[in-house]
């Protein structure tokens, strides 16, 4: 009589700790990591949060106790920083050439991006090219000419010209950064809104803008750090009339006017009124910078 083979039972492979070296760097890896991220966050923070407790101290304090809280809060450093140090007109001046630049250079850049990531023409590459290869001048390289340029078109010393300056150097980046992220958007829906009857300006104003938002937001807000805190350009093309004078050119002159007059409470008042808007800015539109740098690689 012939018996049935008995299935043989498998060992248990044993569990071997060859993974934990792995694990154990891993953690350590992230650790480093983790304690970089925080100390650039409080090499950051600190200096900010420091200028703005001294500017409510008083000039006393500063140089008594520089890293102590303020006895009682001065607001009469502000309102000496805003109307004393005319900081509130500069504040105002680069109000409105900022907003015009960032408003010039998103109309411009989205539209140029949005027919290099979209359209298929002759010289579509070159075009392309010429625009990112402004990236690779810097604003030193271009002074000299650029001062010349600004003089002889009429627009010297105006608001006008330093808008047009800034629109200009922040093109190749906008470009850049939108043709990219044009390129991620669906087509179908480009497809689908031109088949019901949608023109190509009406499809881009009503179609495509408002599904780029995320990169419009992060783009404009990237221009609008760069021009709110640009002091080259407004010192070399704008001369001589203070009244015109951008933020960064009133703090620089407060800071070495109150260097010598020992009023630092109010410099660093000044100081505090041009950082608010940028924190500001930052804050309300954190999510949407976010999800605008990403939404490329998630696509």
Known sequence: MTTLDQPTAIAP???????????????????????????????????????FVSSFKTNGEILADPWGLPGALHLDN??????????GR?????????????????????????????????????????????LMFPVFLALVPLFFVVRNAGLFNTWLGLI??????SLPFTVFFLTAFFRTLPTSVAEAALVDGCGHFRL????????????????ALFNFLSHWNQFLLPQ??????E???????????????????????????????????VLAVYVAFQRQVQA????GQLK
């Open 204 to 219: 881009f104003f009503r179609v495509m803008l408002p599904m780029a938002r995320p990169g419009l937001i992060s783009v």
């Open 90 to 134: 500069y504040f105002l001046n680069s109000l409105v050439v900022v907003t015009g630049s960032v408003s010039l250079t998103m109309l411009m850049g989205a539209t140029a991006a949005y027919v290099f990531a979209r359209y298929e023409f002759r010289g579509r590459q070159v075009v392309y090219y010429l625009f990112v290869g402004g």
């Open 236 to 241: 070399v093309l704008l001369q001589g009339d």
């Open 13 to 51: 492979t044993p569990v071997t700790s060859g993974d934990r070296p792995v694990r154990r760097e891993l953690g350590v890896a992230n650790a480093l990591s983790h304690g970089f991220l925080l100390f650039w966050g409080l090499l950051t923070v600190l200096p900010l949060l420091w200028m």
């Open 292 to 295: 605008g740098l990403t939404a």
């Open 164 to 169: 047009l300056v800034y629109a200009a150097y």
């Open 243 to 277: 009244s015109k004078w951008m933020l960064a050119q009133g703090l620089f002159a407060l800071s070495v006017s109150q260097g010598y007059a020992g009023d630092y409470a109010r410099l660093f008042a000044g100081l505090s009124i041009a950082v608010l808007p």
């Open 78 to 87: 502000w309102a000496r920083a805003w109307t004393g140090a005319h900081i």
